[in-house]
T-cell receptor, first 111, second 113 residues
Framework: QKEVEQNSGPLSVPEGAIASLNCTYS??????FFWYRQYSGKSPELIMSIYSNGDKEDGRFTAQLNKASQYVSLLIRDSQPSDSATYLCAVKGEYGNKLVFGAGTILRVKS | DGGITQSPKYLFRKEGQNVTLSCEQNLNHDAMYWYRQDPGQGLRLIYYSQIVNDFQKGDIAEGYSVSREKKESFPLTVTSAQKNPTAFYLCASSILSANYGYTFGSGTRLTVV
């Protein structure tokens, strides 16, 4: 079992819709969770972090964490074509400082 | 402005040649990391360092070497022992805190010719 799992996609949504990206993790002691956006040929960019159960909102982005279910998600409201990218979920364990990355979900927003 | 600088952006390596990828940061971060990304795949950890003059192997260290002589610098050498080096190489840095993500450089695309 992979430590951090994401559906590879592509996830296709129409412009203006809500895009929902999901991630599960295997280490029950994981403490912090991050979402990165990576455009084709570019490096990953941190867009959201979440540490406690519940929702965290930042503009059009909402991160949701459920530690009991070992599940973290990213919602993108009013999706725009410029949101088309690969979204990487990353998790830090209970010990150490290393981030473990999922393989990423490709999002395509169609205008 | 603070950030991480990777150079060169593109690098071509001949068979049997060693090449060194540069990574410099002025964020005063303690930890630095090297990742490899192949097309359509996630990030795989090559080496990481949390303190000067100390570094640890990641998941795919064979065929690679690093040094950490200065806090700001963490160069990666791709040796001739790495049989399939063509990939996108990403350097990242971080403070040593659970609630802190990584900051990435812009990457180096290495191609074997």
């Amino acid at each position: 079992q992979k430590e951090v799992e994401q559906n590879s996609g592509p996830l296709s949504v129409p412009e203006g819709a809500i895009a929902s990206l999901n991630c599960t993790y295997s280490d029950r002691g994981s403490q912090s969770f991050f979402w990165y956006r990576q455009y084709s040929g570019k490096s990953p960019e941190l867009i959201m972090s979440i540490y406690s159960n519940g929702d965290k909102e930042d503009g059009r982005f909402t991160a949701q964490l459920n530690k009991a279910s070992q599940y973290v998600s990213l919602l993108i409201r009013d999706s725009q074509p410029s949101d088309s990218a690969t979204y990487l979920c990353a998790v830090k364990g209970e010990y150490g400082n290393k981030l473990v990355f999922g393989a990423g979900t490709i999002l395509r927003v169609k205008s | 402005d603070g950030g991480i600088t990777q150079s060169p952006k593109y690098l071509f390596r001949k068979e049997g040649q060693n090449v060194t990828l540069s990574c410099e940061q002025n964020l005063n971060h303690d930890a630095m990391y090297w990742y490899r990304q192949d097309p359509g795949q996630g990030l795989r950890l090559i080496y990481y360092s949390q303190i000067v003059n100390d570094f640890q192997k990641g998941d795919i260290a064979e065929g690679y070497s690093v040094s950490r002589e200065k806090k700001e610098s963490f160069p990666l050498t791709v040796t001739s022992a790495q049989k399939n080096p063509t990939a996108f190489y990403l350097c990242a840095s971080s403070i040593l805190s659970a609630n802190y993500g990584y900051t990435f450089g812009s990457g180096t695309r290495l191609t074997v010719v």
